[in-house]
């Protein structure tokens, strides 16, 4: 419990810290923001909605793990984005189609949770994408900090996404047996 505590309090210093100290925004940390903020609103949309909507209780668990980081990022690139006057962008890197996710809404129970780890595999690889370009091309610490948490979480969170797929696939894929 005691380290739990530190580990929140020592995360919320330097949250604190990476959003006052001041630095000047490259085009690169400029680009980064107004990326990686309407993905993150998307991702929240999307594990919201597996919160309630996923039959599957391993990707409950996944999808409540993914829910932590995404509102303390959320909360520096908005400071950013505002000390900084940037103008979100609408398509992004791992965006999603309002077909695929009109395609989502639709189906239930299995269907919908083998679906949902695919565009969010997409929408994850999206994220990378957004930090790489962003490593490759910023030297400023507050954003290459997050970029690099970005990778590393999202690269860890596409394999168990992809674990989980394989099972619930190959759990799709079995021969079924008949009820006769």
Known sequence: MKIRLRQTILLFFSSLFLTTCGTNASDADRLFVADL???????????NEASIRSSDV????????????????????E?????????LNRTFPGSLTSQELDDLRA???????VKWLKLMIK?????IEIANRLLAESSNPRTTSMALRVKKTQSIEIHSMRELLWALCDFVDSPTVSAD
């Open 37 to 47: 903020i309407p993905h993150h609103i998307l991702g929240v949309k999307l594990i």
């Open 58 to 77: 391993r990707l409950k668990k996944l999808v409540f793990d993914m829910s932590s980081y995404h509102h303390r990022e959320l909360h520096d690139l």
């Open 123 to 127: 929408h994850h690889e999206g994220a």
């Open 107 to 113: 189906l239930s129970d299995l269907d919908y949770d």
């Open 79 to 87: 400071t950013w984005a505002t000390d900084w006057k940037i103008v």
